[in-house]
């Protein structure tokens, strides 16, 4: 089946700074979204993007479907970014495969 | 527009005991996807599901787990005679028709096995 892997796997930041997040996928998918598990363990959707860039407030993402990658981008990042991001993608079925996250603390 | 309504939030069982797992999609979701999050894990599909119909069940075991979305009501899994391994968080997720859309996930229960 599909593997998918996320780096960094831990990043800690101050706030005010940029990061950018990265899944790798081993083959090609046509379905994939970015979620953030906020600390309370809430996922809350952010990005559907099989390919293309979407932009949404401080966040964006950036799908290179043919290169199989996605980045996530996170500017001017505040404390209340903290939590874990999830990467997730679907192939030939709707079922979604989830990479290990990256979890990000956000000091004041 | 209510979102994904999971419920209970929290259920605590005795192992051997069965646990009851609710998920209500989202108005007008006729697609259902139920995930499993083990502790500082990403999570796990377990089973998909259409009104009456189990689509896709190649993440679930084998034994004392099973899932259904009737007609009418939410959609439950159930796992019979739990084992402390079961402790997790279990997601549900709903989509609107035709598939391959955004995913929409609840809350989550979360399980804990005495």
């Known amino acids: 089946g599909i593997q998918v892997e996320q780096s960094p796997p831990d990043l800690i930041l101050q706030e005010g700074a940029n990061s950018t997040l990265r899944c790798n996928f081993s083959?090609?998918?046509?379905?994939l979204q970015w979620f953030h598990q906020n600390p309370w363990g809430q996922l809350i959707n952010l990005f559907y993007?099989?390919?293309g860039t979407k932009q949404n407030g401080r966040l964006s993402a950036t799908t290179v479907a043919t290169e199989r990658y996605s980045l996530l981008y996170i500017s001017s990042s505040q404390t209340t970014d903290s939590g874990v991001y999830f990467c997730a993608g679907g192939a030939k079925s709707e079922k979604l495969v989830f990479g290990k996250g990256t979890k990000l603390t956000v000091n004041p | 527009n209510a979102g994904v309504m999971q419920n209970p939030r929290h259920l605590v069982r005795r192992r051997g005991q069965e646990a009851r797992l609710r998920c209500s999609p989202m108005k007008g979701h006729s697609h259902v996807y139920w995930y499993r999050q083990l502790p500082e894990e990403g999570l796990k599909f377990m089973v998909y599901l259409q009104k009456e119909n189990i689509i896709d069940e190649s993440g679930m075991p084998k034994e004392r787990f099973s899932a259904e979305f009737p007609k009418e009501g939410p959609s439950i899994l159930r796992i019979q005679q739990v084992v402390r391994g079961d402790s997790a968080a279990y997601f549900c997720?709903?989509?609107?028709?035709?598939?391959?859309?955004?995913?929409?996930f609840g809350p989550g229960t979360r399980l804990l096995v005495l």
């Open positions: 083959d090609s998918v046509n379905n």
């Open positions: 997720a709903s989509s609107p028709p035709p598939s391959r859309q955004t995913q929409y």
């Open positions: 993007i099989p390919s």
